[in-house]
C-alpha cells in the first residue's frame, strides 16, 4: 500500500496572490445580518466590517488546488480560526489577499497546517491577517 507523499515544512513560506477585492457596503451590511448584528457602524455607504468579514475576503483555494501538495477539502478539518487586525475593514478599501503556509507538522497520514492570509491594500497598507489551522488526512492508495 503506497501513502500519498505529504505536504512538508519544505512547503512552508509557500505564498498565493490573489486578485484585489473591492469591500463593498452591501456586502459587509449582508454578512452583519447574517450575523443577526444591528449594529449601525456595519450599514451604510461609510460602513465598517465586522472583525471576522475578513474571513470572507480569504481564500484558502489556492492552498487547495495546489496539484504539489496533494491537499484534498473533503479530507480537511478547519481546526480554528483567528484574526489580527491593524484597522477595521472599510466599505470602498481594495484589499490584496495572499495566503502562505506558515507551518507544518506532518504525523503519520495527518498533515496540520497553518495557513495565514494577510489582507493589505492595493497602496500596501496592511489591514489585518487570518489564520487557519488545517488538519489534513491523507488518502492511502490500494
Same mark, same amino acid.
Given at each position: 500500500?503506497?501513502?500519498?507523499?505529504?505536504?512538508?515544512?519544505?512547503?512552508?513560506?509557500?505564498?498565493?496572490?490573489?486578485?484585489?477585492?473591492?469591500?463593498?457596503?452591501?456586502?459587509?451590511?449582508?454578512?452583519?445580518?447574517?450575523?443577526?448584528?444591528?449594529?449601525?457602524?456595519?450599514?451604510?455607504?461609510?460602513?465598517?466590517?465586522?472583525? #471576522?468579514?475578513? /474571513? $470572507?475576503? @480569504?481564500?484558502?483555494?489556492?492552498?487547495? +488546488?495546489?496539484?504539489?501538495?496533494?491537499? *484534498?477539502? &473533503?479530507?480537511?478539518?478547519?481546526?480554528?480560526?483567528?484574526?489580527?487586525?491593524?484597522?477595521?475593514?472599510?466599505?470602498?478599501?481594495?484589499?490584496?489577499?495572499?495566503?502562505?503556509?506558515?507551518?507544518?507538522?506532518?504525523?503519520?497520514? #495527518?498533515?496540520? /497546517? $497553518?495557513? @495565514?492570509?494577510?489582507?493589505?491594500?492595493? +497602496?500596501?497598507?496592511?489591514?489585518?491577517? *487570518?489564520? &487557519?489551522?488545517?488538519?489534513?488526512?491523507?488518502?492511502?492508495?490500494?
Amino acid at each position: 500500500m503506497l501513502v500519498a507523499m505529504p505536504i512538508s515544512t519544505e512547503h512552508v513560506g509557500r505564498r498565493y496572490l490573489a486578485e484585489p477585492i473591492t469591500v463593498t457596503a452591501q456586502k459587509i451590511q449582508e454578512f452583519a445580518d447574517a450575523l443577526g448584528d444591528p449594529n449601525p457602524a456595519y450599514r451604510g455607504p461609510d460602513a465598517i466590517a465586522p472583525p #471576522t468579514f475578513a /474571513i $470572507t475576503l @480569504a481564500s484558502f483555494e489556492a492552498v487547495l +488546488d495546489d496539484p504539489e501538495l496533494e491537499l *484534498a477539502l &473533503a479530507r480537511t478539518i478547519h481546526m480554528d480560526q483567528s484574526f489580527e487586525h491593524a484597522r477595521p475593514l472599510r466599505a470602498g478599501d481594495v484589499v490584496v489577499p495572499v495566503a502562505s503556509i506558515e507551518k507544518v507538522r506532518s504525523r503519520g497520514a #495527518t498533515d496540520m /497546517i $497553518t495557513v @495565514a492570509i494577510t489582507l493589505d491594500t492595493v +497602496d500596501g497598507e496592511h489591514v489585518a491577517t *487570518a489564520t &487557519a489551522n488545517l488538519f489534513h488526512s491523507r488518502e492511502e492508495d490500494a
